[in-house]
């Protein structure tokens, strides 16, 4: 049992999974961070101003503490976990993967490192059911993962500076699970050879760092249009997004988020897409922001001094 060590911080980042095709299987990691202060204290306990999240051992961080201390078999102290995010909850943007993770290395720095980032991700997609947001929250960049019986194989790549990301964040929650069950159990064979062809070619467009090759792999049937429902205004973006001077557009993760991508060294393409994206929420009275971000490359950090050092 390990009864004391020095405090310290971790900080995981958010991700936006699938990217149209990649469903389950294609991450990206965002430069909005859930950071975790984390302290011996003389019973479990999480300080959060977070809304409606429980503040004992069931809160997803300290559960994720707990879930690397079971796999190494080992008792954990009870801490004190002060948790604050950037990360909009159920908006699509991974906060639950970012909770999960810091939570993970947490408990895996409390006890000296046991895991390694291999059985990190094992256990956080065996615990998310997907390694998408997961893997890139853990590594960073893009993240391309396959999950079976033996466990996680991945591919992580750094992204080229000039990717640019514009994310429309509405102001209502989706929950994951909800935008899972709306999905269908069959797909026919035309739908498959669709998302295996657009998916492969995303793949090889994160590999390569070719923008112009993601964004024309960036349709899918797989969920979105089960999912365009739940989210005013995504058939507009998807369809118009391009149009504006995106290279492809994207519902991120299970929605209700819309993800753009563009290229940075094209001028004003920002601001077209931006007052595109204000015009369809407009059109939709849907309220929200849309947020300019970029890809975070560093994944999950632990630093051995308050969350100010990030
Ligand atoms: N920092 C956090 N601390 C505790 N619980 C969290 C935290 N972040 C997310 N969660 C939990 O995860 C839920 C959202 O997960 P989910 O529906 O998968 O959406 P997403 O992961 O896309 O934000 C929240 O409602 C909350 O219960
Ligand atoms: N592949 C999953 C991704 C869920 O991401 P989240 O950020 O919405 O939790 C899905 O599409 O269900």
Not at 97 to 122: I, K, S
């Amino acid at each position: 049992m390990i009864s004391d060590f020095a405090p310290f911080s971790v900080r995981a980042p958010a991700s936006s999974a699938n990217l149209g095709p990649g469903f389950d299987c294609v991450g990206l990691a965002l430069d909005l961070y859930t950071t975790v202060q984390v302290e011996r204290a003389a019973r479990p306990e999480v300080v959060t101003d977070l809304p409606g999240v429980p503040l004992d051992e069931s809160n997803a961080v300290y559960a994720g503490a707990l879930l690397a201390a079971r796999a190494v078999g080992r008792p954990l102290p009870p801490l004190r976990l002060t948790v604050r995010s950037q990360v909009p909850l159920a908006r699509g943007l991974g906060s639950s993967a970012a909770a999960l993770v810091a939570g993970l290395q947490a408990g895996n720095t409390v006890l000296g490192e046991p895991l390694g980032m291999q059985e990190l991700l094992d256990l956080a997609s065996g615990e998310e059911g997907h390694p998408d947001n997961v893997g890139a929250c853990l590594l960073g960049g893009a993240v391309i993962a396959t999950m079976n019986r033996e466990g996680v194989r991945f591919v992580r790549t750094g992204v080229p500076a000039h990717f640019g990301v514009l994310l429309l964040v509405p102001e209502f929650e989706l929950r994951t699970s909800e935008a899972r069950r709306v999905l269908p159990v069959n797909y026919s064979r035309a739908d498959a050879v669709h998302a295996l062809s657009h998916a492969a070619l995303l793949a090889a467009g994160f590999v390569s760092g070719d923008l112009g090759v993601i964004g024309a792999a960036m349709r899918d049937r797989l969920h979105e249009p089960f999912r365009a429902p739940l989210v005013p205004g995504l058939l507009d973006i998807l369809e118009g997004a391009r149009d504006h001077g995106a290279v492809g557009a994207a519902l991120s993760g299970a929605g209700p988020s819309v993800l753009c991508l563009y290229d940075r060294r094209e001028a004003r393409v920002q601001a077209r897409l931006t007052a595109f994206l204000a015009r369809v929420m407009r059109q939709h009275e849907l309220t929200g922001k849309v947020l300019p971000l970029s890809v975070d490359v560093d994944g999950v950090q632990v630093r051995t001094s308050s969350p100010q050092a990030f």
